[in-house]
């Protein structure tokens, strides 16, 4: 088994996972995001209904009564809101996965964020690995301020 750091990291393959991961998480926030919006539209719609009903106030009167049109039907098309604002989250999460995997992988390169590697031979078992492993010394990190 030979143990060393890693020297170089591609950048276009940690952008491109960094896109994915971005993509998926933001996919599954921006789901959340939209149920939710959808949710609270036709809340606000049944509030002012109730709200107008009790009082006996004009619907303009009410707040965001002008905006009555336009919270019905995001609450009506639950269906096309949900997706729509998680695509866009998830786009916009995808753009932020790969500035942080472009980053990481520069930093990488750089030096200042080493990987350590293992790379087993063709003959040796896992069983002497995972020994071997146990065996070596950690080697310690020094904490800020300590010399």
Do not use: C, H
Request: hydrophobic residues 55%; charged residues 15%.
């Amino acid at each position: 088994m030979v143990s060393d750091f890693l020297v170089r990291l591609s950048i276009k393959s940690a952008m491109f996972a960094g896109a994915i991961a971005g993509f998926v998480f933001g996919l599954f926030i921006g789901g959340v995001l939209g149920a939710i919006v959808s949710w609270f539209a036709g809340a606000i719609i049944d509030w002012q209904a109730q709200l107008g009903y009790s009082l006996g106030v004009a619907q303009q009167l009410i707040p965001l009564g002008d905006q009555a049109r336009s919270l019905q039907s995001v609450s009506d098309s639950w269906f096309l809101v949900i997706p729509a604002i998680a695509l866009a989250v998830g786009l916009l999460s995808a753009f932020i996965g790969v500035l942080a995997g472009g980053l990481w992988a520069a930093l990488v390169n750089a030096g200042v964020l080493p990987i350590e590697v293992m790379v087993i031979q063709k003959g040796q078992a896992l069983a002497t690995v995972r020994k071997d492993r146990r065996a070596r010394p950690r080697r310690r990190r020094r904490t800020a301020g300590e010399s």
